[in-house]
């Protein structure tokens, strides 16, 4: 790697880790917003909201591996399985 200690990767600073995160929700919420029809807003807000989001937060979870549409069905079905 060029002679570079992995852990100077500035991509793995946590400022930058919290950017990519907020980036990936608000795609997310987009998504919800279509599939709901609701404003962009309110699915931003049932997003962080929801347990996905919370998995989506925990590392343990694995959830952060998966892609946005992906996460976005699994809110779906987070929804189904409370109503």
């Known amino acids: 790697m060029n002679g570079q200690n992995p852990s100077d ?3 793995k ?3 930058i ?3 990519i995160m907020s980036y990936r929700i608000g795609i997310i919420a987009a998504e919800l917003a279509k599939r709901l ?5 309110r699915a931003l807000h049932l997003f962080y909201e929801s ?3 919370a ?3 925990d590392k343990r ?3 952060y591996l998966y892609g ?3 996460i976005a069905d699994e809110f779906m079905r987070e929804c189904e399985s409370a109503s």
């Open 61 to 63: 979870t694995g959830l």
């Open 9 to 11: 990767d500035p991509v």
């Open 68 to 70: 946005n549409l992906y």
């Open 51 to 53: 347990q996905t989001c």
């Open 37 to 41: 029809d609701i404003s962009p807003v």
């Open 13 to 15: 600073s946590p400022e």
């Open 55 to 57: 998995d989506l937060h």
């Open 17 to 19: 880790q919290e950017i």
